[in-house]
């Protein structure tokens, strides 16, 4: 539609022989060039808005227009180096043994989330760890009255096993295990 109207304008322009001649052109070339007209200012409008609204959607996303002279690319950059900080985030997450997977469906958080789950259980451990060496057992814990940890150091069981000497006696059997 908007083509044939350009034709036919250009024909029109076409038909004049010099820059003088009247250009003249007929009320129904005139009216459907008013209508395009009208048609690419509603479309312009458009774009105008969509063109806000991905700008906005760009902006929350953290990215800014790009103000680095030395670059000078004309386009978007990720403020406060957001793509490198996720970077070294997924990266911190490797190293710890949760990598960023199918499994974790590679979001950060879900890979966050193992990895406090993993630091619970352990910090459980922990704690039955350090009641059993004394660390946390006031004078009258059942850990002193009630419970004895030895060991057989031929030709005896040792006395009850408490702090750095449960520690290197615990290490001691661990490193006779390794060999
Ligand atoms: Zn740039």
Redesign the pocket.
């Known amino acids: 539609m908007s083509d044939d109207i350009i034709k036919r304008l250009r024909d029109a322009i076409a038909g004049c022989r010099y820059d003088s001649t009247p250009l003249w052109i007929s009320p129904s070339i005139g009216i459907a060039l008013l209508d395009e007209i009208e048609r690419l200012r509603a479309e312009v409008g458009a774009l105008r808005d969509e063109k806000h609204d991905l700008r906005d959607v760009l902006i929350r996303g953290g990215f800014v227009p790009?103000d680095?002279p030395a670059?000078?690319?004309g386009?978007w950059?990720a403020r406060f180096g957001y793509p490198e900080r996720m970077r070294e985030i997924a990266d911190a997450l490797a190293d710890a043994g949760h990598e960023l997977s199918n499994e974790n469906g590679n979001k950060p958080l879900n890979a966050l989330r193992e990895l406090v789950a993993e630091v619970d259980a352990l910090r459980a451990d922990a704690e039955r760890y350090r009641w059993l060496r004394g660390d946390l057992c006031p004078d009258n814990s059942v850990r002193w009255a009630q419970w004895e940890v030895r060991c057989w150091r031929a030709p005896f069981w040792t006395v009850d096993l408490r702090r750095e000497e449960l520690d290197g006696a615990i290490a001691a059997s661990m490193a006779k295990d390794q060999k």
């Open positions: 790009c680095i670059c000078n690319c386009s950059h």
